[in-house]
């Protein structure tokens, strides 16, 4: 137990001729529990609300502000700065801006097939003009209702090509889940197979069947159709999982995947990195497994198939030559656990979508200590992470794995019930802001 003392003045409440009279406060606090600095901190709050309600006894409490000036400009650091240009193009012009730098390089590869950037941009610029001709135009959202391959990347660019944003419509998911997110979304235009195509309710929806179409769609004009649908145009509509209720659609504009993908170095993002597609087609992981590669000129593996195993992972890592893969929490906890040597050739791994845990996260830092290993957070709303850790080493004794600080363009803030900041330490509900 520990003692100190400290005094406050307070203007005129028992004072008296005028005198500002000081009160002596002695503060006793257990040592195993607080240190000196937390103490003086809370003890220095408790003065500046006295100090507030001696101004103006009638001021509501929630509005007293608690934070000195040093806390307030600790706290606008961790919130991070923001960007100051954000980049507006649209994901078509950023991918044709790669296409054009390297149009033979491998962009997707599933298989013994690969897909060069050039044959990925014409594939997807003639099937965006076959939607534009059935109608498709910006502010539209077309479904796309295949299993994993290289004609589902395929498919969205060209969605996003003709101006309108996709949906993806796990061919997994049972005919109520995909009812529901057609009706949300105002689907009128599906892409799918006539494999697929039968258990897909609704019968005003225009089905646009790539293998019974594929000699019309082969026959359009390959070049870029040049539509015109800003950053603030939507690029895609993701559902929630419905974990505490009805699933909900979240539209994401393409400044939100553009400035995700391109400009933050969370990921070191190379051109020469290779990244497995695993997660499921309507997580919002996709996005970063497809747009991180196809922004900066990596290759994309595909997996066959829309669920993927753990074998196979282990297969695609070694044999692909993936260096960039990432994780549910879990998943990588089974990989850790299972199959240790998978992570020898990656150069980064990311773990998300719950809490990652210590004692994986510390077996994976010690075997291989040249791997990146990232601990990132951020919902559905925000478009994949919003904060990113670089974990470097686990503290001994430590709980749990840091979620980090906000990406570039990202904002953060720890905010009380009323929106205030709430001072370090006291906990609070974390919002997002930014161009994600």
């Given at each position: ?28 606090y257990a040592t195993d529990l607080f240190d000196e600095g937390t103490v003086v901190a809370v003890v220095d709050r408790l003065g500046r609300l006295l100090e507030a309600v001696v101004a103006d ?380």
């Amino acid at each position: 137990v520990a003692k100190f003392d400290l005094t406050f003045f307070v203007e005129e409440v028992f004072g008296v001729d005028g005198r500002a009279d000081g009160l002596r406060w002695e503060v006793e606090y257990a040592t195993d529990l607080f240190d000196e600095g937390t103490v003086v901190a809370v003890v220095d709050r408790l003065g500046r609300l006295l100090e507030a309600v001696v101004a103006d006894a009638d001021v509501p409490l929630s509005s007293v502000g608690l934070l000195g000036e040093e806390e307030q400009g600790v706290l606008e650091r961790w919130s991070g700065v923001g960007s100051g240009a954000v980049d507006g193009r649209s994901v078509p012009e950023v991918f044709e801006a790669r296409v054009r730098v390297a149009p033979d390089a491998v962009a997707l590869v599933q298989g013994g097939a690969e897909l060069t950037y050039g044959e990925v941009n014409g594939r997807a610029n003639r099937l965006a003009r076959h939607l534009i001709d059935a109608g498709v135009g910006v502010g539209d959202v077309v479904g796309v209702h295949l299993t994993r391959g290289p004609e589902l990347i395929v498919s969205l660019l060209a969605v996003l090509k003709a101006g309108a944003a996709y949906t993806l419509l796990d061919p997994a998911f049972p005919v109520e889940r995909l009812a529901t997110v057609i009706s949300d979304a105002g689907v009128r235009v599906l892409i799918t197979r006539e494999d697929l195509a039968h258990p897909v309710p609704g019968s005003e929806l225009h089905r646009v069947l790539l293998d019974r179409d594929a000699g019309v769609i082969a026959g359009r004009d390959g070049s870029d159709p040049g539509v015109v649908c800003g950053g603030w145009g939507a690029a895609c509509v993701m559902f929630t999982s419905g974990s505490t209720g009805r699933p909900k659609g979240v539209v994401a504009p393409h400044r939100a995947l553009v400035s995700t993908f391109v400009g933050p170095d969370y990921l070191e993002f190379r051109a020469d990195d290779v990244y497995l597609q695993s997660s499921p087609v309507s997580w919002d992981a996709f996005a970063l497994e497809v747009f991180s590669a196809l922004f900066h000129g990596g290759r994309t593996v595909l997996p066959m198939g829309s669920r993927t195993d753990l074998d196979e992972i282990a297969t695609l890592v070694a044999g692909c030559g993936v260096t960039v893969l990432q994780l549910s929490a879990s998943l990588f906890n089974v990989l850790v656990d299972d199959y240790p040597g998978l992570f020898a050739g990656l150069r980064t791994v990311m773990t998300a979508g719950e809490a990652a845990s210590v004692s994986h996260v510390t077996r994976v830092r010690e075997r291989y200590p040249s791997l990146r290993v990232l601990n990132g957070y951020g919902p559905v709303e925000s478009m994949g992470f919003t904060t990113s850790h670089l974990v470097e080493g686990v503290a001994e004794g430590a709980v749990s794995v840091p979620i980090g600080v906000p990406l570039a363009g990202k904002r953060v803030f720890v905010l009380d019930e009323w929106l205030r900041p709430v001072p370090v330490g006291v906990p609070g509900e974390l919002y997002m802001a930014g161009s994600g």
